[in-house]
């Protein structure tokens, strides 16, 4: 098992969240005798830091920026920054292949695809001028309403459970912590189940990587899940009362009792 | 062949867009002797007389509130609404199953969901209490990039074309204008081949949708387009150079010269 080969980190900071899920790119910065874990961690502290600076002003891209060149450690990471709004509008900056969907009334009704240069070659924030950054982000907001799951994580998560999975665990689940940890453990469990059809493997065939001829001719298909470290964060949308020199503070929302929170919860499972 | 049986408006008004495609729930009202066309045809005429509207203020939802509201035909459609913001940001109100997705550097970075009741029961804007509403849009917006690819539709071509088939006639094509109508076409010839595995088919059999169970033993499944009504809209994002006069109109522009236009193109293919 890797050391900390996953940082994640969920914080309140009033009403807004950021959340980070930071996947490593483990094997490349081991094999130059470089600790994977320092740069995400570096950039995760700094995004934590910035989060309440003027220039930031709630923009996760802008963020995004600041912390990364204020980031020395060398490295690379994928990265998602979600920022949520008293007004309910989530913000959200992704360079890589983390995900974020958004699970309102039994449905995905919002998803963000994976950037990669090639199958299962991220975009990835890096130390080095080869890297992306925070210009290469995909940069997007949805606006969410009471009751809402947002459900995060790194693609050791969606690349071995499928939408349909993750809309049944949410709803069988009694609360975010309980989400939380069931759709990390049947990640797990399929990533390791090689007879499990996975998103993986589905999309890896549909890139047209398969069995050897002489297999398909005999039945066989590209089938398993994909071995790989996953971090999930869930959170739920709730509408709270907001006294009113706080919910006052921005001009255009005078007068609003209302305002969006959320719980958060996350689970990890490690590679190993 | 139904007459008139999709609308659709692409408009330019100075540097929005607004493209609205809108899909008939043509069965249910002719059989009520309702000409389908009349509904949709009015909330389009609304939404576009109150693009410019001081209370929209260039935000799709308020926008459709207010076509929504001043509509008086009877009948309903799904519906999109995206304004493009000179500084580059598409946002989006969605109710239903038409789709947009964006494309940048030849993979779908962008895509929005349907909205459904159950499988192919889409949400829809109606004439009556039972429809949804403004209300229940998925509100979101992307920041658009110089080159960008829009490509929205009806459920029609989503269910017909893949991601990847997308992409492909998307790298091929000299501009919008064809793209638009080899997307079309192709999505028209899936439409009717029973031997294509598209993905309407392939959803059909994720919801447990099969042939019976003595021509599964035969090693039969569910396959086929799905015949429908195909509208397309596709756009292509540019910047352009602004005077300063129109560029500082909004303060926070003062002093920028760039800002984003789109050249569009639409098509359609009705079911025949």
């Known amino acids: 098992m890797l050391s900390l080969p996953i940082a994640m980190l969920a914080e309140y900071l009033q009403l807004l969240m950021v959340f980070q899920v930071i996947l490593l790119?483990?094997?490349?910065?081991?094999?130059?005798?470089?600790?994977?874990?320092?740069?995400?961690?570096?950039?995760?502290?700094?995004?934590?830091?910035?989060?309440?600076?003027?220039?930031?002003?709630?923009?996760?891209?802008?963020?995004?920026?600041?912390?990364?060149?204020?980031?020395?450690?060398?490295?690379?990471?994928?990265?998602?920054?979600?920022?949520?709004?008293?007004?309910?509008?989530?913000?959200?900056?992704?360079?890589?292949?983390?995900?974020?969907?958004?699970?309102?009334?039994?449905?995905?009704?919002?998803?963000?695809?994976?950037?990669?240069?090639?199958?299962?070659?991220?975009?990835?924030?890096?130390?080095?001028?080869?890297?992306?950054?925070?210009?290469?982000?995909?940069?997007?907001?949805?606006?969410?309403?009471?009751?809402?799951?947002?459900?995060?994580?790194?693609?050791?998560?969606?690349?071995?459970?499928?939408?349909?999975?993750?809309?049944?665990?949410?709803?069988?689940?009694?609360g975010v912590d309980e989400a939380a940890k069931a759709l990390a453990e049947l990640a797990r469990k399929h990533s390791v189940d090689v007879t499990f059809d996975s998103p993986y493997s589905m999309e890896a065939r549909s890139r047209g990587f398969d069995v050897p001829w002489w297999k398909k001719v005999l039945g066989a298909k590209l089938i398993g899940g994909k071995m790989d470290d996953i971090t999930v964060v869930v959170a739920q949308v709730k509408t709270v009362a907001v006294p009113e020199d706080e919910g006052g503070d921005i001009e255009e929302q005078k007068g609003n009792e209302q305002s969006i929170a959320i719980s958060v919860s996350s689970a990890e499972q490690n590679e190993e």
């Open 25 to 174: 790119s483990t094997d490349r910065w081991a094999q130059k005798d470089v600790n994977p874990a320092l740069f995400s961690r570096e950039l995760m502290r700094n995004s934590s830091s910035f989060l309440k600076d003027e220039e930031v002003n709630g923009d996760p891209q802008i963020l995004l920026m600041k912390a990364h060149a204020a980031t020395s450690s060398i490295g690379s990471a994928t990265v998602i920054i979600a920022v949520l709004e008293k007004t309910g509008t989530l913000k959200i900056a992704s360079v890589g292949d983390c995900g974020l969907k958004v699970i309102r009334k039994g449905q995905v009704m919002f998803s963000i695809p994976p950037q990669e240069h090639y199958f299962d070659c991220p975009y990835q924030i890096s130390s080095e001028a080869a890297g992306q950054t925070y210009q290469d982000a995909l940069v997007c907001s949805v606006n969410l309403m009471d009751g809402d799951m947002i459900v995060s994580g790194s693609d050791g998560l969606f690349d071995n459970i499928f939408d349909q999975e993750i809309i049944s665990i949410i709803s069988e689940s009694s």
